[in-house]
């Protein structure tokens, strides 16, 4: 089972209808990401682990969406 604060790397698969990434972990459970775009790739921390899915915070990104954009 997966460690509060464990470091994946993953990739944007989707986003939510309130605007979470969708980031599939190594180990096939789904975590919600806040401020992510899809097709982003990056490093992932787990903040939160529920039964079949989990919640986590972008600490990098490797590959940027086109979409995104400077405030």
């Known amino acids: ?16 209808s309130d605007g979470f990434g969708v980031v599939e972990h190594p180990n096939g459970r789904i975590f919600f990401v806040p401020g992510v775009w899809l097709s982003e790739r990056g490093s992932f921390r787990v903040t939160e682990i529920k039964t079949s899915f989990g919640r986590a915070e972008c600490v990098g990104l490797d590959q940027t969406s086109e979409f995104r954009a400077a405030p």
């Open 1 to 16: 089972m997966d460690q509060a604060e464990e470091l994946f790397a993953g990739e944007v698969r989707d986003l939510t």
